[in-house]
Every structure is written in structure tokens, then in C-alpha cells.
């Protein structure tokens, strides 16, 4: 049966959005739905779909609240080819600027907004660029697979980093080969990751460091989505791994440029280890009705 979805087109840095509301958890989009929605030349176009959902009507919101009762609503987020992700670092401010501007949260200067999310609960607060959200600890996975990319000439060896949800990230030499690869195709990573994976690759900025803030370029392509024009958990990844390889006395706040803008992302000491937040703008663009069959 076919419905009239009341949606909102939003954006982080060009990483775009279909959200819309269903606190009861009663609309349930089929995998073929989702990508008839996202598909940008007869839907409305988007990196993934985002569902507003008060936690205690989802499943996965159970261990959500277990995690954090302040987490009320849970962002359930899924991909532009109709499959579940963990989190988006991009999403997750688009999802918090949706929540405030219809009304359906508060979020004063200097509070926290508790997220529930598939790769567990993040918190949301407002800065100078519009949102920042502690992506919480994060991993090294470490390994080194071969990342294959159409129009690089060598295979390079990509860096494992999980964030709540995985990628592999990739230095390479220059902005010449940067803007070279053809991130249309699917970089091929050897050995395979079995739940796919999300892919950047990596330029530093001469001199890396400026003002104690790290510089970075990244292109990244995302399962599920193909090439972003941003990746904000993916930004946060390159960040911690350029970290990595440029060793002790490598800064803990940094500057990642995207081709749709700019991403801060700062590594700070927890009691429960180190977290990683990532800060930028996020965008409500319109509002529409797309009847989905």
C-alpha cells in the first residue's frame, strides 16, 4: 500500500538527508521504498533517510534507553541502497536541527541532547557551527588491507578505524591523486570486509599543523551510498588516523575539509578512555509530500 510521507530535505556539509517524523514508530519504509525515495532522478534525492522515532517504539531503541533513559528519541538511519547503518556523524546534527526546529525536543546553549542511534546513544550539543556530537570511544582496528581505487595506479594499504561504525583510511600522496580517483566504483578492499565498509582517502595540508590545528583533505566513498559529498564519522576516522601516522606530539583538534565544507573534529580524555567529537553546520533545506508506492 502506498503512503504520503511528509518529509524534510536536509544537509551537513552536502551530506544529504530525507528525514521525517514518526514518534510511534508506524511507517515502515521497505528496502525498495528507501531507494525510490533517495533516488536523486524520480524521488527526492539523498545520501540515506532518516526516521524521527521515540525510542520505546523501535526494537533497537530498547538498548538505547537501557544505555541512557534521557535518550527519548533515536535516529533510524538508513542507507541510500535500503540498508541499516550503525550511525552518521553527519546525520546525527541533521537529525538534532529537525528534532528542535518541529518542535518535538528543546535544546538550550550548553545542554545535551542523549541520541539513540544503532551504534549506541551520542550526545548532541550546540556550538559556534551549528552542532557538535561526541561520537564516543573509538577503536583502532588496525590491520592494513589493500585498498584498491579506480585510477590509482597502486593498491595502498588502508588504516582500520571504527567510530561506532567501520572504515579504512587511506594516505595518499597528494592532491593530484586525491582528486584523481574515480570513487564512482567501489574501491576493492583485500581481505574483503564481510558488512561492507566506508572508504577515505586522505590528503595532509603543507604544513600539517597550524595554530596547534591539525589539516587535512578527504574524499570518501560510504557503503551503501557510494561518494559523499561529506562523511562526518569518516571525517572523524581520517582525523585519528593521520594522528596515528604522524605520531607523539600530533595534535587532538583538527580540520577536515570535505568537498562539501569543513569538519572539526577534537580527540579529548573520558573516565571510560578517549572520545572523538565532531562539530559542523547542519541545514534544514524543504519541506515536501512524495507519495511512495
Known amino acids: 500500500m502506498g503512503i504520503d510521507l511528509n518529509f524534510t530535505k536536509g544537509q551537513g556539509t552536502g551530506n544529504d538527508f530525507v528525514l521525517f517524523a514518526d514518534p510511534e514508530g508506524q511507517v515502515e519504509l521497505t528496502p525498495a521504498q528507501i531507494r525510490a525515495v533517495c533516488d536523486r532522478r524520480f524521488g527526492v534525492g539523498g545520501d540515506g533517510i532518516i526516521r524521527a522515532v521515540k525510542s520505546r517504539n523501535l526494537d533497537a531503541g530498547a538498548a ?101 561504525n567501520p572504515h579504512a583510511v587511506v594516505a595518499l600522496a597528494d592532491d593530484d591523486e586525491l582528486d584523481s580517483a574515480d570513487l ?26 597550524v595554530d596547534g590545528v591539525g589539516r587535512i583533505r578527504m574524499r570518501v566513498h560510504e557503503r551503501g551510498s557510494g561518494e559523499t559529498l561529506s562523511c562526518g564519522t569518516g571525517a572523524a576516522a581520517a582525523a585519528l588516523a593521520t594522528r596515528h601516522w604522524a605520531g607523539a606530539g600530533a595534535p587532538n583538534q583538527w580540520r577536515v575539509e570535505v568537498p562539501g565544507g569543513v569538519l572539526g573534529v577534537r580527540m579529548f580524555p573520558t573516565e571510560d578512555g578517549e572520545h572523538v567529537s565532531l562539530s559542523g553546520p547542519a541545514d534544514l533545506v524543504f519541506d515536501g509530500v512524495l507519495g511512495v508506492a
Open 184 to 209: 564512482t566504483f567501489i574501491p576493492q578492499l583485500d581481505p574483503e570486509p564481510d558488512d561492507g565498509i566506508n572508504v577515505e582517502f586522505v590528503v595532509p595540508h603543507d604544513p600539517l599543523v
Open 64 to 164: 538505547a534507553l537501557a544505555e541512557d533513559d534521557a535518550a527519548e528519541w533515536f535516529m533510524d538511519y538508513w542507507n541510500a541502497d535500503g540498508t541499516p547503518s550503525e550511525m552518521c556523524g553527519n546525520g546525527i546534527r541533521v537529525y538534532a536541527r529537525f528534532l528542535i526546529d518541529n518542535g518535538l525536543v528543546a535544546l538550550a546553549d550548553g545542554d545535551t541532547l542523549a541520541i539513540g542511534t544503532r551504534g549506541g546513544v551520542r550526545d548532541v550539543q550546540r556550538n559556534l557551527t551549528g552542532f557538535q556530537v561526541d561520537l564516543g570511544r573509538w577503536k583502532l582496528e588496525g590491520g592494513e588491507p589493500l585498498v584498491r581505487a579506480k585510477n590509482l595506479q597502486v593498491a595502498r594499504p588502508g588504516l582500520g578505524i571504527n567510530v561506532g
